[in-house]
């Protein structure tokens, strides 16, 4: 089994920073990408940043200059780098991390995290 372990969350104030980490283990074969989405109250689940193995990365026009994806791909570990937060970020964020397992090699699956709480105040 796969299991993606978030943590840096919590509360702070607009204009300050968090770093969120997500480290992936277990049967790991090998990690395509990895990445953070979000999902505030009633709304959708989005994509907030995301990285390949190959250091690509993609980010959410809102989060553009602000975030920074980053990623140690000996550890399968990927972190986040929020600055000048705003309340719209608020929201719960979910480490995804797309990779094959042992047991299924040929195959890429999407594994999630259970998440951790950003509440940035105004």
């Known amino acids: 089994q796969v299991q993606l372990v978030e943590s840096g969350g919590g509360l702070v104030q607009a204009g300050g920073s968090l770093r969120l980490s997500c480290a992936a283990s277990?049967?790991?074969?090998?990690?395509?990408?990895m990445g953070w989405y979000r999902q505030a109250p009633g709304k959708q689940r989005e994509l907030v940043a995301s990285i390949t193995n190959g250091g690509s990365t993609n980010y959410a026009d809102s989060v553009k200059g602000r975030f920074t994806i980053s990623r140690d791909n000996a550890k399968n570990t990927v972190y986040l780098q929020m600055s000048s937060l705003k309340p719209e970020d608020t929201a719960v964020y979910y480490c995804?991390?797309?990779?094959?397992?042992?047991?299924?090699?040929?195959?890429?699956?999407?594994?999630w995290g259970q998440g951790t709480q950003v509440t940035v105040s105004s």
């Open positions: 277990g049967s790991i074969f090998s990690v395509n990408s």
């Open positions: 995804n991390g797309r990779l094959r397992t042992y047991s299924a090699s040929y195959y890429l699956n999407d594994y």
